[in-house]
């Protein structure tokens, strides 16, 4: 049982260029999220999934989109990156969007943009 | 004023002493509240969550609730080395999402 598994670790880009993240969760969760993590902003959420076949914008989804490719797999894409989105990138999932359901979080993707 | 306010720290801590962390939010329609451990370089993990007002116990760990004050928080007893992280607090909005704080480092001296 891997839980969320993220790929890939780390990743350097150059302004303008595009790149996918790639999640997977093997806990048969209904609902996905990405984070972004930068120096004191904590934890903000970019896009989420509560269900697989729909996705909402969280508080931060500018210059991102995401994809529900099924149940397990959710991709976060950045069309033309910007130096702004040099962040560590989480994905978690949980069962679904009820009270006190537990988010589990992935080991994260580190993003360099220059 | 932010969501979720919680002293960035350091909190610096003996070994074996009570550690105390808090969290304030503003949403009052937060029901669930989770605190979450972050080593540096990892992944946030689940410390304890609680719902009802007053204290949940699990091991070291007491969650403490109370929605009048728009308060939450977090003791560790007897507080180890391996306690050393940033600790998250997390009140699940209105809408059932997490809103993160910017979190707390906690430093135990051993």
């Known amino acids: 049982n891997a839980g969320v598994t993220q790929t890939p670790k780390f990743q350097v880009l150059k302004t303008g260029q595009s790149m996918t993240l790639q999640c997977a969760q093997d806990m048969n969760h209904n609902s996905m999220y990405w984070y972004r993590q930068d120096p004191g902003m904590g934890l903000r959420l970019i896009y989420y999934?509560?269900?697989?076949?729909?996705?909402d914008k969280g508080e931060v989804p500018n210059g991102y989109n995401v994809s529900r490719l099924n149940k397990r797999e959710f991709s976060l894409r950045l069309e033309s990156a910007a130096p702004s989105q040099t962040s560590v990138y989480f994905c978690?999932?949980?069962?679904?969007?009820?009270?006190?359901?537990?988010?589990?979080f992935g080991p994260g993707t580190r993003l360099l943009v220059l | 004023q932010k969501e979720v306010e919680q002293n960035s720290g350091p909190l610096s801590v003996p070994e074996g002493a009570i550690a105390s962390l808090n969290c304030t939010y503003s949403?009052?329609?937060?029901?669930?509240f989770f605190w979450y451990r972050q080593y540096s370089g990892k992944s946030p993990e689940l410390i304890m969550s609680i719902y009802s007002n007053g204290d949940k116990e699990d091991g070291r760990f007491t969650a403490q609730l109370n929605k009048a004050s728009q308060y939450v928080s977090l003791l560790i007893r007897d507080s180890q080395p391996s306690d050393s992280a940033t600790y998250l607090c997390a009140p699940q909005g209105a809408t059932n999402k997490l809103i993160f704080g910017t979190g707390t480092l906690l430093a135990v001296q051993p």
């Open positions: 978690a999932s949980s069962a679904g969007l009820a009270d006190l359901e537990t988010q589990y």
């Open positions: 999934s509560a269900s697989e076949g729909t996705t």
């Open positions: 949403d009052r329609g937060s029901q669930s």
